[in-house]
């Protein structure tokens, strides 16, 4: 059984960072695309970004409201994406969840994490 | 506001067939596959439908989804109080290079 477990979510102050984690089991992370999305309170989801498979050269791309300011990672040989979130803002107050991509273009989120939530509040 | 556009809200009683619609553009549902999800309250979003029109296993056969154009719909046929929950679009937006969700559509089950 393939499954997700985010952790690292908190209270952080705006302008400052926090990193999440991603804990797969049941699978190989390095052979899937892993995505981050979000959802505000009471709000909709939000792409946040995503990395691809190393088939796919481990490339990344970000939502335009975190480009510059998160950062998608992988370490293959513990089985562990991370999203290391920096200048946070109050409006990146949400639930992160992880997800397996089996699109490398493309929203085929098949598996979920529970989801992990961070507060960004002074 | 979403890229994609979906109601924010449906009903439906017991039974009957209800529709979500999504619109989008051709840089996104146009050109690309959507996905449905379905989440309940509290929860993690769950995949329903793959690649415009596909079930995952496990998923019921009343949920069934088609595309035409820059537009897309989710139907559920048979609608059963377990069915009361949120559902999103999702697409590749190869403008914005990046994945895009429709804003949510609310169902109520009367």
């Known amino acids: 059984e393939v499954r997700l477990v985010e952790s690292g979510g908190g209270l952080a102050q705006p302008g400052r960072s926090l990193r999440l984690a991603c804990k797969a089991s049941?699978?190989?992370?390095?052979?899937?695309?892993l995505s981050w999305v979000r959802q505000a309170p009471g709000k909709g989801l939000e792409w946040v970004g995503f990395?691809?498979?190393?088939?796919?050269?481990?490339?990344?791309e970000y939502a335009a409201s975190v480009k510059g300011r998160f950062t998608i990672s992988r370490d293959d040989s513990n089985g562990i994406a991370y999203l290391q979130m920096n200048s946070l803002k109050i409006a990146d107050t949400a639930v992160y969840f992880c997800?397996?991509?089996?699109?490398?273009?493309?929203?085929?989120?098949?598996?979920w994490g529970q989801g992990t939530l961070v507060t960004v509040s002074s | 506001q979403s890229v994609l556009t979906q109601p924010p809200s449906e009903s439906g009683t017991p039974g009957q067939r209800v529709t979500i619609p999504c619109s989008g553009s051709?840089?996104?549902?146009?050109?690309?596959?959507v996905y449905w999800f379905q989440q309940v309250p509290g929860k993690a979003p769950k995949l329903l439908i793959q690649?415009?029109?596909q079930r995952p296993s496990g998923v019921p056969h009343r949920f069934s989804a088609s595309k035409s154009g820059t537009s897309a719909s989710l139907a559920i046929s048979g609608l059963q109080s377990e069915d009361e929950a949120d559902y999103y679009c999702?697409?590749?937006?190869?403008?914005?290079?990046?994945?895009?969700f429709g804003g949510g559509t609310r169902l109520t089950v009367l």
């Open positions: 999702a697409a590749w937006d190869d403008s914005l290079r990046g994945v895009v």
């Open positions: 690649t415009n029109n």
């Open positions: 997800s397996r991509n089996l699109a490398s273009y493309g929203a085929w989120f098949d598996v």
């Open positions: 990395l691809r498979s190393n088939a796919y050269g481990g490339t990344t």
């Open positions: 049941g699978i190989n992370l390095g052979d899937y695309s």
């Open positions: 051709t840089s996104n549902v146009g050109g690309f596959y």
